[in-house]
C-alpha cells in the first residue's frame, strides 16, 4: 500500500483565505439556494512551499509578483465542489494541477494569474469535483452483461456465471472485458475501483495503460476457477500476482479477494487473511450479502457471517467489504470497531433481491460506507451516478421517511466517504492542495440540468454517465470533451462484439 497521507496537508503549510462559503447544513440553511446568483467568490488554498509562503493579507502582491513556470493544468467550473469537510463549493473557480498533485484552488481569476498552464480546461457550465470512487466491481463482467438475467442470487452465480466464466474466461476474456470497463468507468467520471476478478495480472496491465486508479484483487475461491484449482492454488498464485505488483505503480494496489464465506471455509478464509497481512495488503470480500449467506453461515459455523469473520481474526488488516446487507445490531458494532469500509451496492441489491442494506443505520454507528456498482452481469451498468440515485432512494423506501440520505450524504459516499471506505483517505476523494489530481468536471449543458437549482441536488438526482465531460487521474487526461485519450475505443468495441458474439454462439450450441 502506498503511503496514504505522504501529501497531507500538513506538508504544505496552507494559507487558505477566510472568504469562504460554507456549504455545510446546506439543505437545513437554505433549501432554495440558487447557485447560480450566488455572487462570486473566494477561496485561494496556494499550495505554497515552505519557500514563498502568501500569508492571506498578501495575497494580491503574491500574484503579481510570482511568476512560476508553467504548471501541467488548470481545471476550471462554474463551480469547484471540494467535497472537503467544511463542504466547500467555489464558485468560477478553478483547480492548479503540476506533477500529478492539486498545487492549488481558488476563482479561475485567481489561478490564471497565478500560473501559466501547458492543459487548459474551460469551465463554462461544468462542475469540478473529485473523481467517483466505485468500491466494489467485477470488471471483466462487462461481458456477461445480460447472459443471465431475473435469476436467483445462488441460482445466477451456480448455474449461470460461474460455469459461464470456466468455459469462456481466459486472458483475453478479462482484457477486453476489463478494457470496455475502463472505457465505462472514464465516461462515467469514475477514477478508482475496487476490481474482484480472475487474471489479476492482467486487469493490473489494463489499469496502467488506461490510467486509473485501482485495487486489484487476486480472488480466493475454493472451486475450479478460470485461473486456479482451488482455494490452495488461488492464495498461491494471488501471493506471486501481489509480489510482482505491489509498489509498481502508484495507481495499482495489489490485494487479496477472497470471494465469500460460502466458497471457503474458515480455515481458507484465516489463510487468505495471513498472506495478505505477511503481503501488506489489504482485502475485498462479499460479506453478509443474502439471506442465503446467512443461512449458510448459522448452520455451518453457528454465527453470522461478520461474526464468523471477526471470530477467525479476518478482520484484522484492512478490509473492504461488499454488500453488507444482513449485519445485525452486533455485527454493525464490530464493522465500526474494525474500521471495515463497507461498500453499498443499490443496483445489484435490487436486481438479485438481496435485500436493502441498513446504510443509514451504519453511518449513523460510524461505519465506513462507500458506494459500488458490482459486476455489470448483476447491474447491469458501471454508471455511480445511478448507484448514488438509488441508495439514497432504497433508504427512502426502507424507512419510509425522505429526510433519510440526504443528496450531500450520497455523494460523499461516492467520493470523499468513499475513500476513506477503500483506504484512500488523504489521497484522492476530495479537491484539496496535497491530495493527487484525480478530477472530473461533469457537464451542465443538457436539458435536465435546466434549471440549475441546487448543484449538489443535480449531480446527485439528475447526473449520468453521459454528462461527464473530463477526467483526469494523477494528473493525467483520461478524457476531454467526451474524447477518450488512453482507450483505442474503436478497437475495444469490436473486439468485445466479436468476443460476444463466439459466447452467444457457444452458449446456443449447448443449449440445444
Ligand atoms: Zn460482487
Known amino acids: 500500500m502506498p503511503d496514504h497521507c505522504a501529501f497531507g496537508h500538513g506538508v504544505f503549510g496552507l494559507e487558505w483565505i477566510p472568504v469562504i462559503r460554507q456549504f455545510r447544513d446546506r439543505m437545513n440553511n437554505n433549501k432554495n439556494l440558487i447557485f447560480h446568483c450566488l455572487l462570486p467568490f473566494l477561496v485561494l488554498a496556494a499550495c505554497t512551499p515552505a519557500d514563498s509562503p502568501a500569508p492571506a493579507d498578501e495575497t494580491a502582491d503574491a500574484v503579481a509578483v510570482i511568476n512560476d513556470d508553467a504548471i501541467d493544468l488548470i481545471i476550471e467550473g462554474d463551480y469547484v465542489v471540494a467535497m472537503d469537510d467544511d463542504s466547500n463549493v467555489i464558485a468560477d473557480g478553478a483547480v492548479a494541477v503540476d506533477g500529478g498533485l492539486i498545487i492549488a484552488m481558488g476563482t479561475a481569476d485567481e489561478i490564471n494569474a497565478r500560473y501559466t498552464a501547458n492543459g487548459h480546461l474551460a469551465g463554462a457550465n461544468q462542475i469540478v469535483m473529485p473523481g467517483l470512487i466505485n468500491g466494489h466491481s467485477h470488471a471483466a463482467m ?20 460461474f460455469p459461464a466464466e470456466v468455459e469462456f474466461v ?65 492464495i498461491e498464485k494471488g501471493t506471486t500476482f501481489v509480489e510482482n505488483w505491489k509498489g509498481r505503480n502508484s495507481r495499482i494496489m495489489p490485494i487479496f479477494g477472497p470471494h465469500a464465506n460460502y466458497t471457503l471455509n474458515s480455515e481458507q478464509l484465516a489463510a487468505t487473511r495471513a498472506a495478505a497481512n505477511d503481503a501488506g495488503v489489504p482485502i475485498s470480500i462479499h460479506m453478509s450479502e443474502s439471506p442465503f449467506e446467512l443461512e449458510y453461515s448459522r448452520q455451518t459455523y453457528g454465527m453470522t457471517s461478520i461474526e464468523l469473520f471477526d471470530s477467525i481474526g479476518f478482520l484484522d488488516g484492512p478490509t473492504i467489504g461488499a454488500h453488507v446487507v444482513w449485519p445485525t445490531e452486533e455485527e454493525i458494532a464490530i464493522l465500526a470497531e474494525r474500521e471495515v469500509g463497507v461498500i453499498h451496492n443499490p443496483s445489484s441489491n435490487m436486481k438479485l433481491a438481496s435485500g436493502i442494506s441498513p446504510v443509514t443505520d451504519m453511518l449513523n454507528a460510524g461505519v465506513l460506507v462507500g458506494l459500488g456498482t458490482d459486476g455489470a452481469a448483476s447491474n447491469n451498468d458501471l454508471d455511480m451516478w445511478e448507484e448514488m440515485r438509488l441508495a439514497a432512494f432504497l433508504q427512502k423506501i426502507d424507512k419510509m421517511n425522505p429526510e433519510v440520505l440526504s443528496a450531500s450524504t450520497v455523494l460523499r459516499m461516492a467520493t470523499s466517504g468513499g475513500a ?93
Request: glycine residues 6%; negative net charge; contains cysteine.
Open 142 to 161: 462487462t461481458l456477461l452483461r445480460g447472459v443471465a438475467d431475473d435469476l436467483a442470487l445462488l441460482d445466477w452465480p451456480t448455474n449461470y456465471i
Open 170 to 234: 481466459d486472458a483475453e476474456f478479462v482484457r477486453i472485458g476489463t478494457e470496455l470497463a475502463c472505457w465505462e468507468m472514464i465516461r462515467g467520471g469514475t477514477t478508482t475501483f475496487v476490481d474482484m476478478y480472475y487474471y489479476p495480472e492482467v486487469v493490473a496491465q489494463v489499469v496502467e495503460s488506461c490510467g486509473l486508479r485501482a485495487f486489484v484483487s487476486a480472488t480466493v475461491i475454493d472451486q475450479r476457477s478460470p485461473d486456479a484449482e482451488n482455494a490452495t492454488d488461488s
Open 420 to 512: 476513506e471506505a477503500v483506504g484512500l483517505k488523504g489521497k484522492v476523494g476530495v479537491l484539496s492542495v496535497g491530495m493527487q489530481a484525480d478530477v472530473i468536471q461533469v457537464s451542465f449543458d443538457d436539458v435536465h440540468f435546466v434549471p440549475t437549482f441546487d448543484v449538489i441536488s443535480h449531480l446527485v438526482y439528475v447526473a449520468d454517465e453521459q454528462d461527464v465531460a473530463s477526467v483526469t487521474v494523477d494528473g493525467k487526461l483520461l478524457m476531454r470533451d467526451g474524447e477518450f485519450l488512453t482507450i483505442d475505443t474503436a478497437r475495444v468495441a469490436i473486439e468485445a462484439r466479436e468476443l460476444a458474439g463466439r459466447i452467444q454462439t457457444a452458449l446456443a450450441e449447448r443449449n440445444k
